[in-house]
């Protein structure tokens, strides 16, 4: 929940930080028709992802009808997307988890290739010498 600074006014709790962009505020819409009726009915009656300027913010409906906000000034520098502002490398731990990822992706690949591969070879006998 935000709180400014100079007036000691709070956001309504329903605004929660994205998890990975923490500039971006969302809700579902629901919510939002109980505290702010109108800006939900402007936002019902546009097209999902498309973006809808009010005050010192900006919103937008995704698909599944929740609301995402951010700050008008930062809107106009980085856009919804945060890869045109961050780095992409991201902290060690999220490195490792990338790797690991891909690790076992591979390994995954590998194994159905060689599922199958597997079944297309001709079944031998085995007969021990003696």
């Known amino acids: 929940m935000k709180e400014c600074p100079k007036c000691g006014e709070l956001d309504d709790p329903h605004w929660r930080p994205r998890i990975f962009d923490f500039e971006v505020d969302f809700c579902h819409l629901s919510d939002l028709e109980t505290f702010m009726p109108d800006l939900a009915a402007q936002l019902k009656e546009s097209k999902p992802k498309v973006t809808l300027e009010q005050g010192a913010y900006v919103y937008k409906r995704t698909g599944t009808n929740y609301i995402w906000r951010m700050w008008r000034p930062l809107f106009n520098v980085r856009g919804w997307?945060?890869?045109?502002?961050?780095?992409?490398?991201?902290?060690?731990?999220?490195?490792?988890?990338?790797?690991a990822f891909y690790s076992a992706r591979i390994k995954k690949i590998v194994?159905?290739?060689?599922?199958?591969?597997q079944s297309k070879l001709p079944i031998l006998a085995y007969k021990p010498e003696r």
């Open 81 to 99: 997307a945060p890869k045109k502002y961050y780095d992409s490398a991201g902290s060690a731990r999220s490195a490792s988890h990338k790797s």
């Open 111 to 117: 194994r159905e290739k060689n599922h199958h591969a």
